[in-house]
């Protein structure tokens, strides 16, 4: 493969992969507004709130809904690591797209753990969502689906940035 021809490539894989993050983003603010609304209005009823057993509030405002559940029992509810589980995924998608923007090979296997991990915590909460909390939100499954291509992306980012760099393009 020729040096444009891998550029391309890895310029394309570089937007989806923004392009995801920035749609993390998005599904992480919504998130916290509807459990900021929720929290200063009980009455209030969020889009994604379909049925009983389908409502992303209802997942927001319970107790895994802040420091996944964990933070809150080992710190205290009080802690201020204990922030919605929305703002550690805004960080967290805000930290992928920094890494991205760095063309480097150490950068982008990090980058390759630092997403995988995310899926570790994906099942987590798909575990919580589906078995414990019995509910099924919309929002979080996007963002399950969206760390899931992240991850993909990742791994295909890692060979093409080795290949610039035998080609001397990086």
Do not use: W
Request: net charge positive; charged share 15%.
């Amino acid at each position: 493969m020729k040096s444009a021809a891998v550029q391309k490539y890895y310029r394309k894989l570089h937007m989806s992969l923004i392009l995801l993050a920035i749609i993390g983003i998005f599904l992480s603010a919504y998130a916290l507004y509807v459990e900021v609304l929720k929290e200063i209005d009980r009455d209030y009823q969020a889009m994604c709130d379909i049925s009983a057993s389908i409502s992303c509030s209802k997942v927001f405002t319970s107790k895994y809904g802040r420091g996944f559940g964990i933070l809150g029992e080992l710190l205290g509810e009080d802690h201020l690591l204990n922030q919605p589980n929305s703002i550690f995924g805004m960080i967290f998608y805000c930290l992928v797209i920094i890494m991205g923007e760095i063309k480097s090979l150490k950068v982008a296997k990090f980058q390759r753990v630092f997403i995988g991990l995310s899926n570790l915590m994906s099942i987590y909460l798909a575990y919580l969502l589906y078995f414990v909390l019995k509910d099924f939100c919309i929002v979080c499954v996007s963002t399950y689906i969206v760390n899931i291509l992240l991850t993909v992306l990742a791994f295909m980012r890692v060979p093409v940035l080795q290949k610039m760099t035998k080609l001397k393009v990086i």
